[in-house]
């Protein structure tokens, strides 16, 4: 069936230096839609940022990711991290066939001074 | 924009206890969702509803009920809390039905079974 992994349970990183969260799919469908939640705490998940085209970077509030079919990931990238970053980040997958959409299991992003 | 309102923010119930969770949306969507969220295992569906009267599982509805009446309402039941239960549960909602549509999430009712 259809999966999300998130191969990163915690990343601690030092304010300024880039982030890379990891996240890859696996799906029978030919046009996945791939999302990023994200969830700082005590709050609600939100939407970060979203995309369904193969090769396109989608960018939305610093972080940037693109969709790359080939090797079914959807890696979450910042070019220097802010202390107001550290949240649970949550990788999602879609399609509008489903119902449903299927989370990874998250990756808290810690950012020290 | 709209709103998306879970009752109540806190439950705590007894082992065995039938609990049941509120939740409203005024964003006119058709539909709704409820997940769990548990530390370390990401959040998990467990029924999902694409319009009023309609009920379709998730992947973890053993153990709950759902009910929606209204367009507006999705009813969660835990048919039997589980001693030492604790966890997060998130209502969400979506314009359409299908997983491509963008979920608003609700601020969760969190559960405390003794």
């Known amino acids: 069936g259809d999966s999300v992994t998130q191969t990163e349970g915690l990343v601690t990183l030092t304010e300024g230096l880039p982030v890379m969260l990891n996240c890859t799919y696996q799906t029978i469908y030919s046009n996945p839609f791939l999302f990023w939640y994200v969830q700082h705490l005590n709050e609600s998940p939100r939407l970060l940022l979203k995309s369904f085209t193969d090769n396109k970077r989608t960018e939305h509030q610093g972080f940037h990711a693109t969709l790359h079919k080939s090797s079914s990931s959807f890696h979450l990238q910042k070019s220097s991290a802010q202390l107001s970053d550290s949240a649970l980040y949550y990788c999602a997958l879609g399609d509008y066939n489903q119902g449903k959409l299927i989370f990874g299991q998250g990756t808290k992003l810690s950012i020290k001074p | 924009g709209g709103i998306i309102t879970q009752t109540p923010k806190f439950l705590i119930g007894q082992e065995g206890q039938k609990l049941t969770l509120k939740c409203q949306q005024n964003f006119n969507h058709d539909t709704m969702y409820w997940y769990r969220q548990d530390s370390g295992k990401g959040l998990r569906l467990i029924y999902y509803?694409?319009?009023?009267?309609?009920?379709q599982k998730g992947d973890l509805s053993e153990g709950y009920d759902a009910s929606r009446e209204k367009k507006s309402s999705f009813s969660l039941t835990v048919t039997s809390a589980q001693k030492n239960e604790m966890a997060v549960f998130l209502c969400a909602s979506s314009i359409l039905g299908g997983s491509a549509e963008t979920l608003y999430f609700g601020s969760g009712t969190r559960l405390t079974v003794l």
């Open positions: 509803s694409i319009t009023e009267n309609d009920l």
